[in-house]
């Protein structure tokens, strides 16, 4: 019997790439980040962002009759949800790119999302972990501290910069579990645009009371505002969403451990970041245990 050779179509082959897609357009989250701080404090660089990002969103649930949420106890866990991960998740990262930290070292903690969440699954809510997911879990958190103890120890960041991804990934973490318990059926149009508008207005009480408010509208920050406000917020997360839909779930989520290492990667050429051998040992360790992690779970 003749060997048939199947051809895959343009469309089939952009489909089975878009996984690999996402996790590199996830990774330029914190490229942009870095990218756009020079020329604007965190605060009110988010608090524009996610003032757009909720205009756009409204345009689009009003165009689309988007049904809005029924209950005022619905909009109370939707703001509940916005402000604890996009004002405290994704505002420590800024924060922390802010004062010196490396954007490979922010995404390295942020993609801790799954250990923590898989440790809070078992500690809090009695699930049982596999002997392989223990060791996810001491490689992804033993290989984070590693590199931040290294990049201390080189002067790259301070201590209070540090610390502040970390409790955006405290906070990424207890938002996801909130949201999946209390918002589990809410549109995804005008959801996000309740979580978007909530976080708008955190971040601007944030900007009027702690910062200046001042940006410079320069070349690089107009291009970073837009690739994060229309690539990023809207862009990446329909894709997200779109992947999961089609059934693509497993294989998104085991590509997102690979955000780290591209982060670095990138912030290599842009910004010269670099990892030590020490640092690097740590990256890897910790990018395969949360691997180790993911899987599992």
């Known amino acids: 019997m003749p060997y048939k050779l199947n051809i895959l179509t343009p469309s089939q082959i952009w489909f089975a790439a878009m996984p690999g897609v996402l996790a590199v357009l996830w990774s330029t989250g914190f490229i942009g980040a870095k990218f756009g701080l020079p020329y604007a404090e965190p605060a009110t660089f988010l608090a524009y962002r996610y003032a757009l990002v909720a205009a756009i969103l409204f345009i689009v649930s009003t165009l689309t009759k988007a049904p809005w949420p029924g209950s005022p106890i619905t909009y109370f866990h939707l703001s509940v949800v916005g402000l604890l991960m996009q004002v405290v998740g994704v505002g420590g990262v800024y924060y922390g790119i802010s004062l010196g930290v490396d954007a490979g070292v922010t995404a390295l903690i942020n993609g801790l999302q799954p250990v923590l969440v898989a440790i809070i699954a078992v500690s809090l809510l009695g699930e049982r972990a596999s002997t392989m997911q223990w060791v996810g879990f001491i490689m992804g958190l033993g290989g984070t501290v590693l590199v931040i103890w290294r990049k201390l120890d080189l002067g790259v960041g301070t201590p209070l910069g540090m610390s502040l991804p970390v409790c955006g990934l405290l906070a990424l973490s207890i938002g996801l579990t909130y949201q999946k318990k209390f918002c589990g059926e809410m549109d995804l149009r005008t959801g996000m645009f309740v979580q978007t508008t909530a976080a708008a207005i955190g971040m601007w009480i944030i900007s009027?009371?702690?910062?200046?408010?001042?940006?410079?509208?320069?070349g690089e920050f107009i291009f970073a505002f837009i690739w994060l406000t229309v690539?990023?917020?809207?862009?990446a997360i329909t894709l997200l969403l779109y992947l999961i839909r089609r059934g693509q779930?497993?294989?998104v989520s085991s590509l997102f451990f690979l955000v780290p290492p591209i982060t670095a990667i990138i912030s290599f050429f842009m910004f010269d970041e670099?990892?030590?051998?020490i640092a690097f040992t740590?990256?890897?360790?910790?990018?395969?245990?949360?691997a180790l992690v993911n899987r599992k779970a």
Request: net charge negative; no cysteine.
């Open 208 to 218: 009027l009371s702690l910062e200046t408010g001042t940006i410079e509208w320069s």
């Open 231 to 235: 690539v990023l917020s809207l862009g």
């Open 249 to 251: 779930a497993s294989r």
């Open 274 to 277: 670099t990892f030590g051998p």
């Open 282 to 290: 740590g990256m890897i360790v910790a990018v395969i245990g949360v």
